[in-house]
Each structure stands twice: as C-alpha cells, then as structure tokens.
C-alpha cells in the first residue's frame, strides 16, 4: 500500500497540471500513465497542437498558468535549446517539468485497474498495474484525467456517452433524438521532401480514395497531420479502439496513396516521415457533475459564480461517420466571446472524492464540442489539482469546496497565473497589492510603427482607452490616391470590445488629393476619460498604416466581418497624449489585456527603465511574483519563444531606509511568469530594473506580487 494525498489518473495536458498544480501547494502526488511517455494526444504518440481560446479567434485569450509553462518550453526548449514542438523531444521536455516536482511520484506504463471502495460514495484507493505486478496505492482525493474515466467508471461514477437530443438541453446545435454517436478518433503522420522523386506502393489492404472522395478535405504532401483522417464516432470509442484503429490505418494509407499516385499533387519527392500508432480520441465518456455545461452556456457565456476556467474554441462538432462522410468533415461554430467553465462541472456527483478534467468533464456532447481542446484541458487540470489543495487543507470533499472555500480556489489559481473572467486579486496576503507604484516612465497611447500599408474598401475602426479630459486631433497614416474625401467619427463606447455606435461625440471631414504621409483630422471636444472608438470612412479605397501585431489597449474594428473584432493595429496618434500603461496597473489585479483596459505598465522607449513599489509600512517579505508579456493573442502552436515583448534580463533591489540593494539578477529570461523565493527580509519596498527585453523597445510588466509565506 502506498499512501498520497492526490492521484492523478491519465498523464496528457490535463493530468500533468492537475499534477504539477497540486505538487506545487504541497500535496504528495501520484501520476499514473499508462503510456512510456508523458503528454497523451500532445505526445510524441499522437502528435496532436495545444489549440485553445485563442485558436477560437479571441483577443489576448491564451490560456496561461501551467499550460503556458508547458507550452513556453516546448516552444523553446531549455535542455535542447531549440523548439521541440510535436517532435519526439518534447516528451522529455514533459517529463521534466513533472520530474522537477519533487512532490509527485510518477507511474509510467501503469494501468489504473479499478477503484477500491471505502463505500458506495467514496474511493479508498486504487489497484495499479505495472511490471513491478499490482499495486495499491490509496488518497485522499482521486483526480480522473485519462479520458474515458477508467477510475471513475469503476468507482460507479454516473456517465454519458452519446449525443443530447436537442429537447433535453435545448441545444440547435444537438440532433432532433438522442443517439450513442460520438467524435470520431484520428491517427496522424507527417511527412518530408526529398530532393529526388520517390514512389509509393501501398499496402493491399490500404482503401481507395477518388478526389470525389476527399472533398471538402484540404490534402497538399506538405500539410502537418490530416484531423480529418476519422474513424469511429459510429462505435464504442473505449471497446472499440482496437477495431478503430485498425480502419484509421487502411484509411491513412489510401489517403497517402491518392496524393501520391492520383491526381496532380505534386508530391512526388514527399515520403511518409512517421506514423501514428497510436490513436487520438475525441471522445468517449462525459461524467455527470453536480451542473452539466451546455450549449447555451457556451454560447451566451454564462458567468458562473464558481467559475475556475474558460474556453473559447468553436463548438466543434464532427459528423460521425468521420472519413467516409460526403459533407464537411467539421462544422466550427465560432463563439463571440470567450465563455466560463463552473467547478460544479469538475468533481462526481456521485463519488465524494472524485473530481475529473479533460474531455470527460460534465457537459453535454455540443458543449464538448468547444471544451475538449488540450490549452482548456489544461485549465481544468489546474484547477481540480488546485482544489485538491483545497480538499487536503481543510479536510473535505470537492462538492465542500465549491460550498465553503470557491473565493479561496479562485484567488489561489489567479496567484498561479490562471485567468478567471471578470475576477480580480482579491489576496490579502498580497503586499504589494495595497503599494504605492512608480515608474522611470510610460509609454504614451499611439503606434506610429507599421509593417505596412492595409488596403481599406470598407469603413474602419479602432477602439481606445483615453485618459485625457479632451480630443484635440487624431491623426492616422494613409496613402491616398486622386482627389480622396474622408470622414472620421469619434464615438464613446462602454468597452474596447463595444462596437454600438449610438453615442457620436464628434465627426470631421476632409479631403486629400494623391498622398502619403499623417493626416490630422481636427476634433476639439472635451470629453470624459473612458473608451473611445474612431470610425473612418472614405468615397473611395485608400491604404492605412498597419501592424499585424495587436497592443494592449488597443481594438482594432473591421465593420465588414460579422464579429467585427479584429487583429492587428492600425497607426494613429492622438493629441492630447492619454497615458493608459501606468505603472499602476501591475497592481489592478488582472494580469492580461481585457476589454477595459490594457492592464500592464509599459515604459517608453529605452534601457534601463524601473519600477518602484513603496510598501504601506515596512514589512518582512520573502517572495515575489512577476508576470511578464508573452503576446498572448497568439495561438499556441503558432508561437515564437523568446518573444520579443517578454523581459529577458532584469535586476530586483528591495529598499530600507532610503538605500536600494541588490536582491537578485535574472538574464534571458522568456517565462511569462517568475516567482523568486529568498530568505526573509525586513524592507520598505521593492524596485525592478529592466535591463532587456527579447526585442521589443518598451519594458513590459503585467502584475507584480509580493508575499511573506
């Protein structure tokens, strides 16, 4: 018998958080996979992106916290020094992180066999599996991330399996009668161009596909993995696997067989570089939680009150039939915004001690549709882990903490660079929260750097946070051609995501023959400090001044698309200068732009700059958290580490007595979160000198904590 506080059952994304999350607060972990390698679809095995809310299209939306860690290294890699994504590297890159942590015993090529009853509601342990023959290993608290639940199947945890007729929940989106249909499963390859031509005969048992056959399905030689290579939402996903991916295998190498040897795709110097042999499931079991998530909820995005995570991916709904269906192979249904995810959805309820994350989570099949992405798995598995803590701490069950200690949870996985939606640091062990803060300087709200000029044909926009009490002019870059008329309106908006333009503040009209340069349209309104939006229209197309890269505090608008939010920033400059990048904001309590406001400080140009904070009274710290920018309104999988705006080198001085002394120097850094632990010491406050970023002309810091634990 081996005794632990949490296990963890499944070792992809969700697991590993729950894991590392857990570990971190000083709970003895066990880690049980039953793979040699760590990272379940993210792995090496399968190969699959970390995808989330950003992948959704939703601005500064990528998830952080353990899945960013995860995430930063794979991108580039510590011990390689290169990016390892979706390579066989990155395993030992996973298996590093949860070997760092000295609180979790790790089980790899371990069976989780069943659960062992203390009685009908409660797990005492579980029976394992492994070469060294069957094992025992018992918990406090039992957390399933292995995907089709096979702990808590076995502790008689109620489930689903299938698909929601539409009455049930009231889901469009969900089939007129309930069925047993589910995702279908994929197996992956990839391939690599040689410098000479190479033939490919393939197995006689591989199927046949015609063009016709692949409609709707994107299939160049030099594509990474085809998804749409599915199988299997017409069977068991669990029983069936073996059959699953016998046909997943035929079905690989004809489509590898038609691109190759039918049709024009120029694939002759391609070869198959690997191939799956594992397969990739998208669903199997749901377990029931004491709320189920839903279509609506996702949707409409129901602000849960016990919210400990969120989502964003489009509700991704596949046809059963996977491959061999004629339709679409998907239908996303984009979301207009990011959405929570209840805790309620997380734990059994059934089994008192039982809590889940993954894409066995309690939501309905629709609601699956958009949660089952691994960057919102590894929300989940933070949180769950987390509430372990929580569930060791004070002695109770998960359906407690949700009852008791839901504030607690929340404040704990925001300290841990989890976002919650509209939840701020609310710690009160958060000295620096109550600081007074100062900067070397800030950044002043203009982009007068573009990459290059946008074509218009349509009428634009961009959102602003002013802090100025007037307009006097705003000026935008613009390359015009013949006799041009233009129009700008200015309007107050409630947010930088309002696009209602009911509230007309002031509009100016020029026109311009053939130029290039600023062009200055002339307000002269006195206003209140708040949101802003500029609308400009022309009588004919004309060009703007544009960076692909979106700023803080900044929404750009394009009035033509349904969602009208968009990437990206054109060039402007506004007279009066508003200054929103105070050195304020690190300690606003929200640690990512949102739709009100930016809440970072950024510096103006140049090196050194510093930041000082003047604690309310001296104090003894030993402590500190830093949150650094990693331009997160990039997808994961799209993501260059080191980016450019994130420190890489920084000095922290802690201050007594009007002295400032050395605390501790960092070089080449490219985390977006740091936390320095120190011996205790007795100080007025703190200050940190930014020496360098990995590229950007402005320091940048998102939330500055400090603590004596």
């Known amino acids: 018998m081996y005794n632990y506080d949490v296990i963890v059952v499944g070792g992809g994304i969700a697991g590993i958080c729950a894991s590392i999350s857990a570990a971190r607060l000083g709970c003895k972990v066990a880690l049980i996979h039953n793979r040699p390698v760590l990272g379940g679809n993210f792995s090496s095995e399968i190969r699959v992106h970390i995808c989330g809310a950003a992948g959704g299209g939703h601005m500064f939306a990528r998830e952080s916290g353990i899945v960013d860690e995860i995430v930063t290294e794979t991108k580039f890699s510590s011990i390689f020094g290169r990016s390892v994504w979706l390579e ?54 039992f957390i399933d991330c292995s995907g089709d639940g096979i702990i808590a199947h076995s502790a008689g945890a109620e489930y689903r399996m299938g698909r929601e007729g539409k009455d049930e929940f009231g889901e469009s989106l969900a089939p007129d009668k309930p069925d047993n249909y589910v995702l ?64 997943l295998t035929k079905i690989l190498f004809g489509v590898w067989d038609h691109i190759k040897n039918r049709g024009n795709h120029k694939a002759e110097n391609y ?36 919210r400990v995570a969120y989502g964003g991916w489009p509700i991704d709904l596949h046809p059963p039939k996977g491959i061999f269906d004629p339709g679409p192979p998907c239908e996303q249904y984009r979301l207009r915004d990011i959405y929570s995810i209840p805790f309620r959805c997380l734990y059994s309820k059934d089994i008192e001690n039982l809590m889940f994350a993954g894409r066995n989570i309690s939501a309905t099949h629709v609601a699956l549709g958009s949660t089952r992405v691994q960057g919102t798995c590894g929300l989940l598995g933070q949180a ?59 950044k002043p709200l203009e982009i007068e750097e573009f990459k290059y000029l946008l074509p218009v044909s349509s009428p634009i926009g961009q959102s602003l946070v002013l802090t100025s009490s007037k307009i006097d002019s705003l000026s935008l870059y613009l390359s015009l051609e013949g006799e041009t008329e233009l129009t700008l309106s200015v309007y107050k908006v409630n947010s930088l995501r309002d696009t209602e333009l009911n509230n007309l503040i002031a509009s100016s009209k020029l026109t311009r023959e053939t130029f290039e340069g600023w062009v200055d349209f002339h307000i002269k309104r006195e206003i209140e400090p708040g949101f802003y939006l500029f609308k400009l229209e022309g009588n004919k197309n004309f060009y703007i001044g544009f960076n692909p890269r979106s700023f803080p505090g900044i929404q750009r608008i394009d009035f033509s698309t349904e969602f009208k939010i968009a990437h990206g920033v054109y060039a402007f400059k506004i007279a009066p200068i508003s200054y929103p990048y105070s050195p304020e904001n690190v300690v606003n309590g929200i640690s990512r732009p949102t739709y009100y406001g930016p809440n970072l400080w950024i510096s103006d140009k140049g090196f050194p700059q510093r930041i ?29 580490v080191p980016e450019p705006e994130c420190v890489r080198d920084y000095v922290i001085y802690y201050k007594i007595n009007g002295e400032e002394k050395k605390l ?4 080449n850094n490219y985390y977006r979160k740091r936390r320095h632990s120190f011996k205790d010491i007795d100080c007025d406050g703190i200050s940190i000198e930014v020496l360098a970023t990995n590229g950007d002309p402005y320091a940048r810091i998102f939330e500055v904590r400090v603590y004596r634990f």
């Open 88 to 141: 066989p590297s990155q395993d030992i890159v996973l298996l590093d992180l949860v070997k760092r942590e000295t609180n979790i015993d790790l089980y790899l090529e371990t069976e989780a066999k069943e659960a062992i009853m203390e009685n009908p509601s409660k797990i005492k342990a579980i029976r394992v599996e492994n070469q060294r023959g069957s094992l025992i290993l018992s918990a406090m608290v």
């Open 184 to 247: 279908g499963s994929s197996l992956l390859f990839t391939t690599k161009r040689l410098d000479h031509p190479v033939k490919f005969n393939p197995p006689e048992w591989a199927y046949r596909f015609e063009e016709k056959d692949l409609n709707y399905r994107s299939h160049s030689p030099n594509e990474l993995n085809y998804w749409w290579i599915e199988y299997g939402g017409m069977l068991d996903t669990i029983k069936d696997n073996d059959k699953i991916k016998e046909e």
């Open 271 to 306: 070869v198959l570089d690997w191939i799956g042999q594992v397969v990739g499931k998208r669903e199997s079991r749901r377990f029931i939680g004491d709320y189920i998530l839903n279509q609506k909820d996702v949707e409409e995005g129901t602000l849960f009150e016990d």
């Open 384 to 442: 769950v882990g987390t509430a372990s803590y929580l569930c060791k701490k004070y002695d109770i069950s998960p359906r407690e903490v949700y009852h008791n200690h839901i504030k607690e949870l929340q404040q704990l996985l925001l300290r841990e660079d989890c976002y919650i939606i509209d939840i701020k640091n609310e710690d009160e062990n958060d000295i620096a929260k109550n600081s007074k803060v100062t900067a070397s300087s800030s």
């Open 612 to 640: 000082d904070i003047n604690f309310p009274r001296r104090t003894i710290i030993n402590t500190i958290y830093l949150t650094f920018d990693t331009y997160l309104d990039s997808p994961e999988y799209l993501r260059e």
């Open 664 to 667: 501790l120097e960092i070089w």
